[in-house]
């Protein structure tokens, strides 16, 4: 009697999970199309993937691959609108899978944790987390992150006050302090809220180096007061593939972003895209892009 009265059940449990993962596969384009717009999520600090200009209206690498996406999407949705929504890096996965945004557009990394909440379109960017110094910056710190030799054996030891800054709510902050390990143990690991503002206590001697992916401190050091002052790391300590987050279960709309980006990637307008950007080091950029990419 158990048996016969525990089936129906299952199989109503089936169906529904079935009906759910139906639903759920149409769902963002569903929304768009109601709303007769499509929502694109930027953090407004982190260039040159996603940033304002003065103008107050938003830029970037990731933001012109989100319109590249857009137009996509126009392509299935007629007289489809675009809003821009600026949010931070830690409200901005919830946002997606709120279904507020769509697409969250920035220099976001793909890892298996925010996938537990979020999906994540095919890699738009590579890169590896480093440090910004000044030229003054401890020895020690410069032997850790520009591979540099110790002129002595006393260069290698940190002082007591050394400060190394992160972003808070980031990847990085856990493999900065992974990466000093017990061989650095008096080096205080700090949180800014933003880049600018880690950028800023490395200018004023508040922090002996800044910690982010090395394509972000790239553009972070281009904004300094004295940009000639400050050097770029050489060692990187991650493998960072950057992604447009989507939400999940949702395959009808990451198929569509991925094939949107495949298609750019194989135009005429990708490499022109990347030198805008990335100067000199966009040809070496394409090709691990591409090597990356889903093919059509």
């Known amino acids: 009697m158990l048996a016969k009265c525990t089936r129906p ?3 109503a449990g089936v ?16 929304l768009i199309a ?3 717009t499509v929502r694109i999520g930027y953090i407004a600090d982190e260039t040159p993937f996603s940033f304002k200009k003065k103008d107050g209206s938003p830029a970037g690498y990731t ?23 600026e949010t931070t890096l830690a409200d901005g996965f919830g946002a997606v899978k709120s279904g507020q945004i769509d ?10 944790t925010r996938r537990e909440s979020v999906d994540f379109s095919q890699p738009i960017f590579l890169t590896g987390a480093s440090a910004l110094l000044r030229k003054d910056s401890p020895e020690y710190l410069q032997i850790l992150f520009l591979d540099k030799r110790p002129v002595r054996a006393v260069d290698a030891q940190s002082p007591s006050a050394s400060v190394i800054g992160v972003r808070s709510d ?11 390990g017990t061989d650095v143990p008096q080096t205080r690991v700090a949180d800014f809220a933003t880049h600018q503002d880690g950028l800023k206590a490395l200018e004023d001697h508040r922090i002996d180096a800044y910690f982010a992916d090395r394509a972000l401190l790239i553009g972070l050091a281009g904004h300094a007061h004295n940009p000639s002052q400050l050097v770029i790391g050489n060692r990187l300590f991650t493998h960072e593939p950057y992604g447009i987050a989507v939400q999940r279960n949702d395959s009808t709309f990451r198929l569509l972003v991925d094939r949107a980006l495949t298609v750019f990637y194989q135009s005429d307008d990708f490499p022109k895209l990347l ?3 990335f100067g000199d080091e966009a040809s ?12 059509e």
């Open 9 to 11: 059940l299952v199989l």
């Open 15 to 30: 169906i529904l999970c079935v009906s759910a993962c139906m639903a759920a596969a149409t769902q963002a384009l569903d």
């Open 34 to 36: 109601q709303r007769g």
């Open 63 to 85: 933001i012109d691959l989100c319109r590249k996406i857009a137009d996509a999407i126009g392509g299935n949705i007629p007289n489809v609108k675009r809003e821009y929504v």
């Open 103 to 112: 697409l969250l557009c920035g220099a976001t990394t793909i890892n298996l």
């Open 170 to 180: 980031t990847t990085t902050g856990a493999t900065l302090r992974e990466a000093l």
């Open 275 to 277: 030198k805008t950007y």
């Open 284 to 295: 070496t950029l394409r090709s691990e892009i591409l090597m990356q990419s889903v093919p």
